[in-house]
């Protein structure tokens, strides 16, 4: 298992959403982190996350992901979630680029 304590924010997870309930993304997936740095340190655990889904129908709040090496897809914002990562394990395998963060994160801020 590894540590939530070094975790950053664009950073990609594979990692178990259960357990959901009705239209929430489920099971074992690789998730985006969206929380920084500074929050998962703070919170002692609890990372933000949006899962990914290689389903790409489009939807106004599913972003597609650039090329990585290891995950194709798009990133879920209607599906973000708090999970406690010192109590469930995960992998990290990947990491976005910079300016596709930002880009969520403007997408993002517009859902507030």
Do not use: W
């Not at 879920?76 to 406690?84: F, G, K, P, V």
């Amino acid at each position: 298992m590894n540590s939530y304590k070094g975790l950053q924010q664009g950073q990609i997870l594979m990692v178990d959403f259960n357990p959901t309930s009705g239209h929430e993304q489920k099971g074992y997936r690789p998730a985006l982190v969206v929380s920084n740095s500074d929050f998962n340190q703070l919170c002692g655990g609890m990372v933000k996350l949006m899962p990914i889904t290689s389903n790409t129908k489009p939807f106004p709040l599913h972003l597609a992901l650039p090329y990585l090496n290891n995950i194709h897809g798009v990133v879920e914002l209607d599906q973000e979630r708090t999970l406690d990562l010192s109590d469930r394990g995960f992998k990290v395998v990947d990491e976005v680029p910079t300016d596709f963060m930002e880009k969520l994160k403007k997408v993002n801020f517009a859902t507030y």
